[in-house]
């Protein structure tokens, strides 16, 4: 089992639970279905710097448009997938859709980098990084163009071969960002090992920062941490203004959430980022409340 610390205590996780309940077996089957039938896309959503207002980078964040459910949220249906050899597919695909969204931008003057989740179980697929060079040379395209994003369960496996994965990947130029940090148990030390350049901050503490004492002295300390491993920190789940004000206060280098910008589908992103990118060249207000 995977413990997980909630808020109430210790949950316990039990993959092989319901594993083969007909509702469970079902979507997997549409997801295989999914996959060759082009119900699946990806929506973009921006980390955006609490300094100055620069993107960062363009989350890829999948979804799954089926066609009796409607949208399925991929957090229904990637724990599911990531029991079944579909994972693997599901990535590569969510890979190939980025670098082509990647090779339009940089192609049309937008240089920002497309930061693409993984889960924990692609780090052990040793083709991996081989697919993401043979990809991004396919596009003419530098490393920098893609960033993956793992969730901080990584560093609970402390296996060796999750870590050659991470250094091959890093060894690429590909750089990594550890995800919903804060939820898991892992130690400062784990995080020092591995070649990491972003934490970002869940978002289960960064929804109560301004509310709770509690959750915003967490917050304060990992921002601290992440600073003092000289790591970029970024902030998830950000909703209002004045959060966002207060986490520019604390230190907190970006942010991420719905009062920056939602994930926007691909169009819809392309002309945010342009008019992003030509305020750029106007005096942005150095008063984060106003980003
Ligand atoms: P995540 O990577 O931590 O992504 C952040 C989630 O928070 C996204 O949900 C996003 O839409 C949502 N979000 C962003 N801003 C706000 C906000 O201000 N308030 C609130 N309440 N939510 C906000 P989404 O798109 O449903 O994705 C859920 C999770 O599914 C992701 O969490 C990620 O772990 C996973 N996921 C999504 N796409 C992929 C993928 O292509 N591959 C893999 N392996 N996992 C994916
Ligand atoms: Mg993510
Ligand atoms: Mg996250
Ligand atoms: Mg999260």
Redesign the pocket.
Same mark, same amino acid.
């Given at each position: 089992y995977l413990a997980k610390e909630g808020r109430t205590g210790v949950e316990f996780y039990l993959p092989d639970k319901d594993r083969n309940s007909p509702e469970r077996l079902s979507l997997l089957g549409d997801l295989r279905q999914a996959l060759d039938g082009g119900e699946l896309g &990806?929506?973009y $959503?921006p980390k955006v710097s609490l300094d100055d207002g620069r993107v960062e980078s363009m #989350? *890829? &964040? &999948? /979804?799954w448009w089926h066609p009796a459910r409607g949208l399925v949220? %991929?957090?229904d249906f990637?724990p599911l997938a @990531?029991q079944s050899y579909l994972?693997r597919e599901? =990535?590569r695909y969510?890979i190939q859709r980025a670098l082509e969204q990647a090779d339009r931008w940089w192609r049309d003057g937008i240089e920002v980098p497309i930061s693409?989740?993984?889960?924990a179980r692609?780090l052990l697929d040793s083709s991996l990084p081989e697919q993401l060079e043979a990809g991004l040379s396919e596009f003419g395209l530098p490393p920098a163009v893609i960033r993956l @994003?793992v =969730?901080e369960r990584i560093l609970m496996t402390d296996q060796a071969y999750t870590a050659d994965a991470v250094r091959t990947l890093a060894k690429l130029g590909v750089q990594l960002a550890l995800?919903?940090f804060g939820t898991g148990y892992s130690s400062l030390v784990r995080l020092q090992r591995l070649p990491v350049s972003e934490v970002?901050i869940? *978002?289960s503490f960064i /929804?109560r920062v301004g509310e709770s004492a509690d959750d915003e002295r967490i917050v304060q300390s990992i921002i601290d941490l992440v600073r003092s491993l000289g790591l970029h920190s970024v902030a @998830?789940?950000? #909703?209002s203004s004045e959060v966002a004000a207060q986490l520019h206060e604390m230190g907190c280098h970006a942010g $991420?959430? +719905? +009062?920056l910008a939602? %994930?926007m589908p691909p169009e819809e992103a392309t002309v945010w980022l342009r008019t992003r990118l030509s305020e750029a060249f106007t005096d942005r207000p150095k008063d984060p409340a106003r980003l």
């Open positions: &990806l929506h $959503q #989350e *890829a &964040l &999948l /979804r949220s %991929p957090g990637i @990531e994972m599901i =990535t969510v693409v989740n993984v889960s692609d @994003e =969730t995800d919903d970002k869940d *978002a /929804r @998830e789940g950000v #909703e $991420q959430g +719905w +009062w939602k %994930p």
